[in-house]
């Protein structure tokens, strides 16, 4: 009998060490999946400020020629004239 119940205990014992093996596989797993997601958000927030640049150069450029309407009408044949060349 008492060797039964020392089988038993080290049964339970090796159950309980496989569960606490599966539960922090899961946990490292979870860790990676958030770590891949900061470094993707990050990602997307770089190209998005790249992005926000470009257009704010682009506007800062086009400003000027659209002042008046002058300058909008001699802005915009140019450019028909370019797309037509």
């Given at each position: 009998e008492a060797l039964e119940a020392c089988q038993t205990r080290?049964?339970?014992?090796?159950?309980?060490?496989?569960q606490q093996q599966v539960v922090q596989l899961e946990g490292l797993?979870?860790?990676?999946?958030?770590?891949l997601l900061g470094?993707?958000?990050?990602v997307l927030l770089a190209v998005m400020a790249v992005l926000l640049v470009f257009v704010s150069t682009v506007a800062n450029c086009v400003v000027p020629l659209m002042k008046t309407r002058s300058r909008t009408l001699s802005t915009l044949l140019l450019v028909i004239i370019?797309?037509?060349?």
């Amino acid at each position: 009998e008492a060797l039964e119940a020392c089988q038993t205990r080290i049964s339970k014992m090796e159950l309980q060490q496989q569960q606490q093996q599966v539960v922090q596989l899961e946990g490292l797993e979870n860790a990676t999946a958030r770590t891949l997601l900061g470094k993707l958000i990050n990602v997307l927030l770089a190209v998005m400020a790249v992005l926000l640049v470009f257009v704010s150069t682009v506007a800062n450029c086009v400003v000027p020629l659209m002042k008046t309407r002058s300058r909008t009408l001699s802005t915009l044949l140019l450019v028909i004239i370019l797309a037509f060349l």
